[in-house]
Every structure is written in structure tokens, then in C-alpha cells.
């Protein structure tokens, strides 16, 4: 009689696992398997290196569409395997199973016998193995998450190469796998190009774009490039590292990945001193900034341009000479202005070429009352203005008016967000229950069949989905809330010297400053309105700002009426 060709299923889920690249303790197991059986004979292995059988489906992996290919062939008998799990750890596995006992392929699992499919009781048996393959997996998943989450809180680095500014060196501990740790320090000059480009987003209001050609064109070198790209200077600009809270959880992976609300993200508790390059409130600053303007790439076209712009007021371009740009509107159809600057070219008799130039902010929908303003109009008085609000505004505490107007703010948003967890909590118990009906349900002794529980469960992990998106939203309110906050308090720090600190500034970084204190301008002819984010008329008695007269170098007297937020 001849012998039964077998052949081994051997597969691990991670790289760590292997040993020298290779899974030796599951072929030794099968080898000493076979040798027990008399009728069977090794014809080949099959094997998977670092694949998991929980995120990927039977249809992602190569190794069983050849078991399946081969079974077809007929060019083996049984199919053996160290447990069921080395063969997956979803639900559909068990259909995987059948499909082969069907093509005459016995499968055997040295754990746990031979997987048959021949009977009903069988087929439910597969179904609940596989399903509780797949917990299991979520359980080890939820470990690993939960230990990472646990060591990123403590303030660990859990490996990997070094972010741009440390480099990696032994810390002294081991891991539970025997591997020796390291941690990362930071390299001073590396770290100090990590300032810069920060600088160069929060105070010059500079794209990746444009920072990585300023690093180019300074010839700084990059680490393991030929040149600084837009991307390494996104990925440094993303990093919480840098303001020294390390994190993880940052994207997660569908199929593709997907970049996680920062909101989201899992940071350390403490704030780890010897990694900080930059302090929390510059990296909160290039945060805000580097979303608002990816929120106006993203904006939907069914959302008019005004409401965009009501909502962000964040300079998106700081290209040019004008320090107005993106504050500045057209008082009559409400759209931003334009740069409309010019240059005048000219050669002297001498043969020497000159240049001048003129800057203009021009309306997009050249409307008819006024659709062009001088940049010596506009800026000598929006300056005097700002100038005049800030010498007013050094002798005023407005810190427990913004303590109180964050704190109410707050106060009913927190209140729905808990409303909300409390349904949240209550769904995910209401699943959990459900779940532990199914093989009641598949035995036909549960009220509920399984086609009917499944869609149950369903339908309320739908539910459970929109709630989660809706606690995001909350959390991205507060969060922002949050963020206004520490903007005012940068901005009240900043009183005593803005005067020095705007006058020395160059136009990129004037335009950073004025988007700090001024929501919007709106421009009329002979009639300018600055909103600015804190009302003056709230903390003084003195004479509106409203009432004042400033001269520009175009008209000799311009009144000018201020609106303040």
C-alpha cells in the first residue's frame, strides 16, 4: 500500500519570531509528527515568514493559493500544520478547510488532530475554532497594544531607527527576548536644523516645500539622502519627539495606511527632558498651522469660500512682499485680496539696469466700487493700528477673562462627550454579548439565527462607528479650544516686546505675527475694519479705539472703524 504524501504548513507573524530567518521548532515538530505515522511519507513544506493570518484573508496569501493550486493537481494527500491557527485566525479559514477535504486533502494539526468537514458537528466545530483563533489574536493584539502603550507612557523608546536630530545607544536593559535596548540622544548639530525648520514654519510661515529648498540651497546635508525633500521635512514637522513626548499609534493600516487624528495619537505621560529640541508650544503652533492649511487643500467644494474662510485665518502662503495676505478682504464681495504687485524696469543712460517695486493688494472679483489698494495704504495703517492696540493692551491682565471664556467653553462640550461614552460603553457590552451567542446561534439554539445575530451585531457596530467619529469630533473641539488658549497666553507673553519684536521682523514673519492678534480685515474705500481676538472695550474705559484718525502715506487723513472680536 502506498504511503500518504504530506506536506507542512509552517508560518510565523512576525520577524521576531524567526530564527536566523527560518521557523526550526515547527519543523522539527512536524518531522517527529510524520515519523509516528507508519501510512505517511514528507514530500515538502510550505512556509510563511513574518504573514499574519489575522490581517490578512485567504485570498492575500500566496503560500495557501498554492496549497490550493497544488491540492487541485493532486500532487499531495494531507496538508500538515503545527495547530490550527498556523493556518489562520479568521472565521473563514474553516471555509478554506472544506475546500480542500472536498479536493480529497486530508488537514491535520499536530495540536489538535485532524480538521474534518464531513459532518455537520464538524463543519460548526472548524467555524468555532477559527473563531476563537481570531479572539485570540485580538487578545494577543490588545497585550501587545496595551505593553506598548504602557512603555510609550513611561516614556520608552520602543525601537526603531532614530528620528532626524538623536541617534540610538545602549541604554543598559534588556528586553524579555534577550535583545539589548537603546535609546535615543540627541545629536546638538542635527537638533539645531531641527529648530530651524520649525522657525521656518511657525515664524516665516514657510511649506515642506520651501523649507527643504532653503536647506538645499544652504547646502545643509541631509541624513542618508542626497537632498532635503518635502516629505522628511513633513515627517520632522509631525513628530512629538522632538518637544519631548515620544508616541506611537500614529497612523493605522487598512490595507493602506492611514495618518491618525493627532488627537488620537498615544503619548507619553511625562514629558521626557533629555529628548526635548523644541518646546510644546512650537510644536502645538506648526501643528495648527501645517492643518489648517490641509484643511484648505481638503476643504469641500459644497462649502462656500466665506465660510472657509470665517473658519481658518491662518496664513496658507507667505510667498511675496505683502505682510497682509490672508487677513486682508474686499468689504464688498468679501474675498480675500489678491497680490497685485508689480515691477518697473529701466535702464539708466549709464547702461545700468534698475528695478522698482510697487506692491498692490488687488480684489479677485475687481468690484466695481474699489478693487485695488496701494501696500503703503493699506499697511501704514493696519501697523499704526496694531501698534496703538498693542501699547494699550501692555497695561491689561486679560488672563482670568481667558480663563473663564475657555473654562464655559469647555464646560457643555464635556458634558456631551460624556453622554456620548456612556452609549459608546453601552454598545460595545450590548456586541460583546451578542458575540458570545454565535455558537448558540449556529447549533440553531439561540431565538436569533446566525444570519439574523450577524446583522444585529452589524448594525450595532455601525452605530458604535458613528459614535466613535463623533467622539473625535469633540475631542478635536476641545482640543482646539485648547490650542486658541495657548495661542492668547503666546500672545499676551509676547506684549512687552512687539513693538521691537514686528518692527525688526521681516515681511514672512510680520505676517505670522498679525494672524496671532487679527482674525480678519475687511477694506473699503476710505473705510477699514480690523476683528481683532481680544476686544480691548471688555478691560478699559478709556476712548474707543474707533473714534481714532491715522494718516497714510496715500491720503493724509483716512478714519478708520475697528471692529474687535
Same mark, same amino acid.
Given at each position: 500500500?502506498?504511503?500518504? +504524501? ?12 524567526? =530564527? ?18 507508519? @501510512? ?36 499531495? @494527500? ?37 480538521? *474534518?468537514?464531513?459532518? =455537520? ?34 516614556? &520608552? ?32 548639530? =542635527?537638533?539645531?536644523?531641527? +529648530? ?27 541624513? $542618508? ?29 487598512? %490595507? ?17 527632558? $533629555? ?64 497680490? %497685485?504687485?508689480?515691477?518697473? =524696469?529701466?535702464?539708466?543712460? /549709464? ?63 464635556? &458634558?456631551?462627550?460624556? *453622554? ?42 455601525? /452605530? ?10 469633540? *475631542?478635536?473641539?476641545? /482640543? ?86
Amino acid at each position: 500500500m502506498s504511503k500518504k +504524501r504530506v506536506r507542512t504548513l509552517l508560518r510565523v507573524s512576525s520577524k521576531q519570531q524567526l =530564527h536566523d530567518d527560518d521557523i526550526p521548532v515547527q519543523r522539527a515538530e512536524a518531522e517527529a509528527y510524520i515519523a509516528m505515522r507508519p @501510512d505517511w511519507e514528507f514530500d515538502s513544506e510550505y512556509i510563511e515568514k513574518a504573514v499574519s493570518a489575522y490581517k490578512n484573508g485567504v485570498q492575500d496569501r500566496e503560500v495557501l493559493q498554492q496549497i490550493l493550486e497544488d491540492a487541485r493537481n493532486r500532487e499531495f @494527500d494531507v496538508l500538515l500544520t503545527y495547530m490550527s491557527d498556523r493556518i489562520g485566525r479568521q472565521e473563514e479559514y474553516s471555509t478554506y478547510v472544506a475546500t480542500l477535504n472536498s479536493l480529497g486533502i486530508e488537514v491535520w494539526t499536530i495540536k489538535d488532530g485532524q480538521l *474534518k468537514t464531513e459532518e =455537520h458537528i464538524d463543519k460548526l466545530l472548524n467555524y468555532i475554532r477559527f473563531w476563537q483563533n481570531a479572539g485570540e489574536s485580538e487578545k494577543t493584539s490588545k497585550r501587545v497594544r496595551d505593553t506598548q502603550r504602557e512603555l510609550i507612557k513611561s516614556g &520608552k523608546f520602543l525601537g526603531g531607527k532614530a528620528p532626524y536630530g538623536y541617534e540610538l545607544i545602549p541604554s543598559g536593559e534588556i528586553s524579555n527576548h534577550g535583545r539589548l535596548l537603546k535609546k535615543p540622544v540627541i545629536v546638538e548639530e =542635527h537638533a539645531a536644523i531641527v +529648530r530651524k525648520i520649525y522657525n521656518l514654519a511657525v515664524y516665516q510661515g514657510y511649506g515642506y516645500e520651501k523649507i527643504a529648498k532653503t536647506l538645499n540651497a544652504e547646502s545643509i546635508p541631509p541624513v $542618508e539622502a542626497a537632498k532635503w525633500r518635502a516629505c522628511t521635512i513633513a515627517s520632522i514637522l509631525k513628530n512629538p519627539i522632538y518637544m519631548g513626548y515620544p508616541c506611537i499609534g500614529r497612523r493605522v493600516n487598512h %490595507g493602506s495606511f492611514t495618518r491618525l487624528d493627532r488627537r488620537d495619537w498615544i503619548y507619553s505621560e511625562e514629558q521626557v527632558q $533629555e529628548l526635548i529640541i523644541i518646546q510644546p508650544e512650537l510644536w502645538e503652533k506648526a501643528q495648527e498651522i501645517r492643518e489648517a492649511r490641509k484643511a484648505k487643500i481638503n476643504t469641500s467644494k459644497e462649502k462656500s469660500s466665506k465660510q472657509y474662510e470665517e473658519q481658518y485665518n491662518v496664513p496658507f502662503s507667505t510667498k511675496g512682499k505683502l505682510a497682509l495676505i490672508g487677513l486682508v478682504h474686499c468689504g464688498y464681495c468679501g474675498k480675500r485680496l489678491k497680490n %497685485g504687485s508689480y515691477a518697473n =524696469h529701466w535702464t539708466t543712460k /549709464a547702461g545700468e539696469k534698475k528695478v522698482s517695486f510697487t506692491g498692490r493688494y488687488t480684489c479677485p472679483e475687481k468690484c466695481r466700487e474699489r478693487s485695488c489698494y496701494s501696500q503703503s495704504y493699506l499697511e501704514d495703517i493696519v501697523f499704526n493700528v496694531v501698534e496703538s492696540y498693542m501699547e494699550r493692551l501692555k497695561n491689561i491682565d486679560v488672563s482670568e477673562e481667558i480663563e473663564k471664556m475657555y473654562s464655559e467653553q469647555n464646560k457643555n462640550t464635556e &458634558k456631551e462627550l460624556q *453622554k456620548i461614552q456612556k452609549e459608546q460603553k453601552k454598545l460595545q457590552q450590548d456586541i460583546e454579548t451578542l458575540e458570545e451567542k454565535i455558537p448558540e446561534a449556529i447549533r440553531g439554539e439561540y431565538y436569533f439565527s446566525a444570519e439574523k445575530l450577524s446583522s444585529i451585531i452589524k448594525e450595532k457596530q455601525q /452605530a458604535l462607528s458613528e459614535l466613535d467619529e463623533t467622539i473625535k469630533e469633540i *475631542k478635536k473641539t476641545l /482640543a482646539d479650544n485648547k490650542l486658541q488658549r495657548s495661542d492668547m497666553e503666546e500672545f499676551i507673553c509676547r506684549v512687552p516686546n512687539w513693538k521691537e519684536e514686528f518692527q525688526n521682523a521681516d515681511v514672512q514673519t510680520k505676517q505670522m505675527l498679525l494672524s496671532t492678534i487679527i482674525d480678519k480685515i475687511e477694506v473699503k474705500d476710505g473705510d477699514i475694519r480690523i476683528k481683532f481676538k481680544i476686544r480691548l472695550d471688555d478691560y478699559t474705559d478709556g476712548v474707543a479705539m474707533e473714534n481714532l484718525v491715522l494718516k497714510s502715506n496715500d491720503s493724509p487723513t483716512i478714519p478708520y472703524r475697528l471692529c474687535l472680536a
